[in-house]
């Protein structure tokens, strides 16, 4: 299982990435998927969730207005459109995907509920 993430790169404040998490290996059409984001010095933060009919959604509040969690069960990806990108968005940004759950408004905020991460993608914000 693998799970590739891209999209980052060097942007200005006030600018927009979008960030691609494409997994492989496995289907996680039913499995809530997230992105969580490590800044340099700081422990890995929680930054959306997505549940697998995309009915539930949630985003860390500073973020929430600017960036918009999405996927696309047929293409095992999952996406993180980022706008309006501030300088303290600076940081390596991680996919995530939990396993199955028998529900679709399930979601998690929690690294330990994840067992599958993709390799990180580097999103640097200049001000």
């Known amino acids: 299982v693998q799970l590739q993430a891209s999209g980052g790169g060097l942007v200005q404040a006030g600018g927009s990435l979008r960030l691609s998490c494409a997994a492989s290996?496995?289907?996680?059409?039913?499995?809530?998927m997230g992105w969580f984001r490590q800044a340099p010095g700081k422990e890995r933060e929680f930054v959306a969730t997505?549940?697998?009919?995309?009915?539930?959604?949630y985003y860390t509040d500073s973020v929430k207005g600017r960036f918009t969690i999405s996927r696309e069960n047929a293409k095992n990806t999952v996406y993180l459109q980022m706008n309006s990108l501030k300088p303290e968005d600076t940081a390596v940004y991680y996919c995530?995907?939990?396993?199955?759950?028998?529900?679709?408004?399930?979601?998690?905020?929690?690294?330990?509920?994840?067992?599958?991460w993709g390799q990180g993608t580097q999103v640097t914000v200049s001000s």
């Open positions: 995530a995907a939990a396993d199955p759950v028998p529900s679709y408004n399930i979601i998690y905020f929690r690294a330990r509920n994840y067992n599958y």
């Open positions: 290996g496995r289907s996680f059409s039913r499995s809530p």
């Open positions: 997505i549940g697998w009919s995309s009915q539930s959604i």
